[in-house]
Each structure stands twice: as C-alpha cells, then as structure tokens.
C-alpha cells in the first residue's frame, strides 16, 4: 500500500506539473563545433517571433550557465520560469559537466560559452559586422556560482551582451563600462568568500564603496542598471529556485522590457510540486525494496539464516583499538587517511574535481577504520536474494527517479563518458559504508533512536571538518567544492536513512552497505565535474 500510495502521489505530482508547462517547448540539442555543447532551448509555443526592429521593445532572450559540479539541470527551472514570461532561454552544459564528453578547464569554459553564442546568433562572430538594430531582443546572460563569473567575463569582451545576472557570483573583476547592465543576487548565509566577491564586483562596477564591516544592504547605482540584493534566509545555491530571486529579477529586467510580468505564487506551487514528486519517489524505494525482497524470497525453497547476526556475541570484536569509542575513531581514521593521502592519492586517476579526493578519503577512512576495529565475520554476508534485491532497488532509481530528478533540480543521468568510473567508486567507497552500517545498526539494540540520530551527524559533522582540513591543504586550487558539503551531508543522510530500511529488511549489514555504496557512487559518478 505504501508502495503503491507514494507512486499515485508521484504521478499525481507530474500529471500536474506536465499541465502547467504544457504551454512550454523543450528543445534538446548539441552545439555544432569543438565542444559539442549539450543545450536546452526553452520557449512558449504560442510566443510570437521577437523583433527590437525599428525601436519596438521586445522581451529579452536569457542565457543560463550553471555553476561548479553542476549542470543545465540546476538552471532549468529558472530557465522555465522566465520561459512562461515570453522570454527565449538557454541553458547549457559547461565542458566536464552534466552530458558534456569534454574536459573541464576555465579557458573551455570561456571559449564553449562564446562558441554557443556566435551559433545562437547572439553576439557576432569573429571578424562579422554587427549592427545593434538587428537584434531580435536584448540579450542577458543569467549565471550562478562559477557561472556568474563567466558571465561577467563573457559580457565584457562582447558589447552586444545587454546585461547579468550574478547569482551568488564567484569572484571576477569589472570594470565601469562593461558590463552595461548588472543585478548581484546574494544570500544572506552566503559563504564569507562569496560575500566579499559580491561586495567587490559591485564596487568595481559602479564605484560604490561599501563599508567592510557592515551587512550587506541593498545597493543601486543612480539609474538602477546596476544592483546588488541582499536575499535573506537564503543560502548559495537557493536564489537558482526561491522565487524572491525571480521577483528581484524580473523587476530588474521590466527596466529594460516593460511588458515583464510576474506571478511568484505561480512558481512556489511548480517548486512544490517538484519537491513532493521527487519525495515521494525516494520514499516509494523503501517499500518498493521490500516488495522486491519479498518476491525473491518466494523463489527460494529454503531460506538463508546465516545473514542474521548476533549482535549479543557481535560487540566483542577485534583489533588494536577496540577499546576507543567509535565515535573517536572515524576522527582517528579520518586524519590518517588525509596524512596518506598527503603523499599519494591513487583516484586522482578518477579525474573527478574533488571527487578522487573523496572517494579516497571515505575508502582509507573504512578501511582503516575496519582493521582497528575488526567485527565478526558473519557480518560480511549478503545472501543472493539480498543482493538481487539491492540491485533491483537501485535500477529502479536509476530507471525512474534520476531522470525525473535531472528535469528538475539536479543531473543523475550517467552518460556513457562516466560510466566506467562507477564501479571504481563504488568499491572504494564500500569500506567506510560497511563499518559506518555495522556500527549504526549494532547501537540500535542499546540506544534509543535519538542518540542513534546524534551519534550519526556527530560523525558526519566531524568527517566533514577532517574533510574540509584536509581538502584545503590537498587541493587548494579547488577551494569551490567546499560549496557541495551541504548537498553531501544530505546525500549521506538519505542513505542511511534509506539503508536503514534495506537492514530491517534483511538483517544483513552488507546488504545495507551495499546499498549505500551503490547509490553514493552513482552521484558522485555523475555530480563532480570530469578534469
């Protein structure tokens, strides 16, 4: 019933999302050229051609471009919102991200991102003449993160770009003239590096001075083409979906188009919607999975019961330090696996930006982990029906649910450029998996369910401050990835609460480790960017 009850309301959900962009045409297609870039053209059916000829205003064509470790996925909602406006937009896959086969480097970036625009025939080609009046609407390029910095350097070298949009904007430098037009969107919870390139983008765009010490406010220059929005109870990566950003956008962008309007309520409902269908297909894998176990199980004559383990006699475990509190110990395994990887990182071969550093961390961290604290070995058994069941259970995520995730908030779809580092990660990341689920669910029996809830973010919070020292002093270069720890704790945390359910299912800790480690390994096979 549980099962049947969440894929109604998932249906529900994108029956009623289908009908309310009935009205919009998704375009998907590659740019002809070097990079072969991935694009998504959105535009109203019904909307008619736009012209700026002979002074009559038109509404704007909007370019998006997504930030670090992201994808066009992360920007199509907004690009979907600005679409029911009338507005033509585009969004793309950056090289090394999303479907792109290509590598990741600042400069590919710079020259797919002109090379979209020349064949979109929005700014000039090398060595062409260009007349103003001949545009079929003012051009405005709309980025977030990394993407914002691009933007800005983009519309710098191209006089033809009308204007940006720099959400939580990396930082760049401007200068007074170029570009013409700019609005900052920033939260007010913001990393502290991201505030200061906003605060020093927007004093270099219009001379401002902002004092250092004060919080932001929001700011304007005299004719309002240049404009900074403090967004508050925002984080970095929520102005791609809140729809106050939609409202300081469209508001800053009826300047230059007055016929912009705007209905934020309209957008909270489709975010809603987008939300509840894909809650409800993350949860319909804990009875789906359980439905599936039992269907195996039927075609077995004899049930298995060696998977059950004892945890009575499974506390007297093994090793050098199986007096030390489990707690200390992921500290304790955690800085040793930095200070190995300090010398020799193996799955920098994964190039994968941050991601081989923290395949290795969680591997070393397991791995280490599991000699000082050796458990029984009848914890490391998974039956076949288990195993098949797990298999099955992530397929219909991958079948079903990450596309769907990838239409609305996040890429989950592996291409085929990617695929090969899945097993990779999936194996180095199943040591830490099968301790971390080994611990977890032998306090079960002696904890209550808050303590077992406090001991598990506990650790995560104090593998991600290990994580982040050590990431810091490994891979300086790449002090952007520090932005995904969110999405990562949160990823971890889905997982345990999901494999939680596979355990109860089959009292088999390498089952729920298996889980876990099958699904951490499809996104990070699909989220880091390729280097």
């Known amino acids: 019933m549980l099962f ?32 072969q870039t991935p694009l998504v053209y959105v535009r109203l059916r019904s909307a008619p051609q736009q012209t700026a000829l002979h002074g009559v205003a038109s509404l704007p064509t909007v370019f998006l471009i997504h930030g670090l470790s992201a994808s066009k996925s ?28 290509k590598r990741f480097t600042w400069e590919d970036c710079r020259r797919a991102i002109r090379e979209a625009l020349i064949y979109l025939k929005l700014i000039p080609a090398t060595g062409s003449t260009f007349d103003p009046q001949l545009m079929r609407s003012p051009v405005f390029l709309v980025g977030h993160s990394m993407g914002a ?25 401007v200068d007074r003239s170029t570009p013409r037009n700019l609005l900052i969107l920033l939260g007010q919870f913001d990393v502290p590096f991201v505030q200061r390139g906003a605060r020093f983008l927007f004093q270099q765009a219009t001379g401002i ?95 298995s019961h060696s998977a059950k383990i004892d945890w009575r006699r499974d506390g007297n475990c093994e090793g050098p330090l199986r007096g030390l509190p489990s707690l200390w110990l992921y500290g304790v395994a955690g800085i040793v696996a930095v200070a190995f990887l300090l010398a020799f990182n193996p799955w920098d071969r994964l190039r994968l930006m941050g991601g081989g550093y923290l395949c290795g961390f969680l591997c070393l961290t397991g791995v280490l982990a599991l000699s000082c604290r050796r458990p029984p070995a009848a914890m490391w058994f998974c039956s076949a029906a288990d195993f ?73 919070l104090l593998l991600a401050l290990v994580m982040i020292l050590g990431f810091f002093i490994l891979h300086n270069g790449q002090f952007l990835m520090v932005l995904l720890l969110p999405a990562m704790l949160l990823l971890s945390s889905l997982c345990w609460c999901q494999a939680w359910a596979v355990y109860r299912k089959t009292e088999s800790v390498g089952a729920s480790a298996t889980f876990s480690a099958l699904l951490t390994a499809w996104f990070l096979s699909t989220f880091f960017a390729q280097i």
């Open 4 to 35: 049947a009850g969440s894929l109604l309301l998932a249906l529900v959900s994108s029956a009623i999302l289908g009908s309310r962009d009935r009205d919009l045409e998704f375009i998907h297609c590659r740019i002809p050229g070097e990079y």
């Open 74 to 101: 992360v920007m199509l909602h907004l690009g979907s919102e600005l679409a029911k406006l009338g507005m033509d937009s585009y969004v793309i896959d950056l090289p090394g991200h999303g479907e792109s086969s």
């Open 149 to 173: 910095a691009l933007t800005v350097q983009t519309a710098r070298s191209e006089s033809s770009i009308t204007g940006v949009i720099a959400i939580s904007p990396a930082a760049t430098s």
């Open 209 to 303: 001075s902002l004092p250092s010490g004060e919080p932001l406010e929001n700011c304007s220059n005299k004719d309002g083409s240049k404009k900074l929005v403090q967004l508050r109870w925002m984080e970095h990566s929520l102005g791609i979906f809140d729809p106050r950003a939609l409202v300081q956008m469209v508001t800053w962008l009826a300047h230059f188009s007055p016929a912009v309007r705007f209905d934020p309520r309209r957008s909270l409902a489709g975010l809603v919607l987008k939300l509840s269908l894909c809650c409800c297909l993350l949860y319909s894998l804990i009875p789906g999975f359980g439905l599936m176990h039992r269907a195996i199980g039927l075609l077995r004559t004899r049930r």
């Open 388 to 460: 098949v069941s797990v298999l099955l259970s992530v397929s219909f995520f991958v079948a079903l649910a990450a596309p769907l995730f990838s239409s609305c908030f996040v890429h989950l779809t592996l291409s085929q450029v990617r695929f090969w580092r899945l097993p990779v990660v999936a194996l180095s990341v199943y040591p830490f998996y099968l301790y971390d689920e080994w611990v977890s669910r032998r306090l079960i029996t002696s904890f209550h369910v808050d303590r077992l809830l406090f001991f598990h973010f506990s650790t995560r």
